[in-house]
């Protein structure tokens, strides 16, 4: 009966919309702020030096939206009509773009030069893959051009990813009771990440030094500290008082674990399929990665306009939080 929960438990995490906020009204909730337009904002990237935001809208026929922090506008980029497809050597084995059935998930952007920079989309869908955008910023909206992709392995179905330093990347198989990282590196396969295995690995973020992963651990409620390319297997970790979804860096060097959290695990499923969220809450936790302590910054009641948190980044003077179930908004924090 648990497996059956647990597996229930990554289905909806993976393909529950609910479109029952779009008639919603964007005011405020006491001191919590919004943004509204992108629907089911699952993940969250800032575009360097820049008042953009990329939000993945996790809904089946779902977009990348740019949004702007300045005056918190949204726009739909991909897919669209005058979408720019430009397939590069480095992704040689991607069979082409494809633009029907895009359902994006978990998003990594990596800072370039000259204002061009690269951004790595989850999708599921009508194909399992790492979809690779290039984004040029300009003096309005910036430009997104799609360069690429690589396929999962079959029967993988990825969560999060992040770019490595030798131009490859890593990413999450979220799956209960047992899940794992996978590497790829340009001319190679996805291998498994030795000592990655855990229930249900989520978010994802590598050191700067490409020496260590930190992925959110869902099921475990933790956030582990597991080394990369060294001659020793090194598995640490931290207890949160949330199931972890995605995690992100801060300004200060600390990672921002975003996830929720019920009376049981059921409740979450509940929460998901049946709108019935009674003692369900979005939390945020700043994670010292150094030291591994943990410190929670928000709590959040679920309620009908904001479900379910998966993740939170640092914009000026607050923190954003996205979120799924058809929510058709960004939940805005002051800084803490």
């Known amino acids: 009966m648990r497996k059956i929960l647990q597996s229930s438990i990554c289905v909806l995490l993976l393909f529950t919309s609910w479109n029952g906020f779009a008639a919603a009204e964007c005011d405020a909730d006491g001191d919590v702020q919004f943004l509204c337009g992108p629907v089911s904002p699952e993940d969250l990237a800032q575009v360097p030096d ?15 939206y740019f949004t702007n922090s300045d005056d918190l506008s949204t726009t739909a980029v991909y897919p669209a009509a005058n979408a720019r497809h430009e397939l590069i050597d480095r992704f040689a084995d991607c069979p082409g773009p494809l633009t029907s059935g895009f359902r994006p998930h978990g998003v990594n952007l990596v800072r370039g030069e000259n204002g061009i920079h ?20 300009t003096s309005s909206t910036p430009e997104l051009t799609w360069i690429g992709c690589v396929i999962a392995p079959d029967g ?14 890593a990413a999450t198989h979220m799956n209960l009771p047992m899940g794992a990282v996978y590497e790829w590196q340009p001319g190679a396969d996805w291998e498994q990440v030795p000592g990655s295995e855990s229930a249900g690995p989520n978010g ?28 020793e297997v090194i598995v640490d970790s931290v207890d949160l008082p949330h199931h972890v979804d995605n995690v992100r860096w801060s300004t200060d060097g600390s990672l921002l674990a975003a996830g929720h959290v019920g009376p049981e ?10 709108q019935q969220c009674d003692g369900v809450s979005t939390r945020v936790t700043r994670v010292d990665v150094n030291n591994l302590t943990a410190r929670e910054i928000i709590n959040y009641p679920s309620n009908p306009q904001f479900l379910l948190g998966t993740v939170a980044i640092e914009i000026g003077n607050e923190v954003w939080v996205g979120g799924i179930a058809g929510s058709n908004r960004i939940a805005r924090f002051e800084y803490r």
Not at 50 to 64: H, I, K, R, T
Not at 215 to 229: D, F, M, Y
């Open 156 to 169: 993988i179905v990825f969560n999060s990813v992040v770019a490595t330093p030798e131009r490859g990347m």
């Open 118 to 137: 690269t951004l790595l989309v989850v999708r599921h869908g009508d194909r399992e893959s790492i979809e690779v955008f290039e984004i040029q910023e």
């Open 204 to 231: 994802i973020e590598i050191s700067p030094d490409g020496k260590w992963f930190y992925i959110g651990g869902w099921g475990t409620r933790s956030i582990i500290k597991l080394s990369r390319g060294q001659s």
């Open 265 to 274: 695990m059921s409740s979450i499923i509940t929460c998901l399929s049946q």
């Open 50 to 64: 820049s008042p953009w935001v990329v939000a993945s809208g996790m809904e089946d026929d779902g977009y990348l």
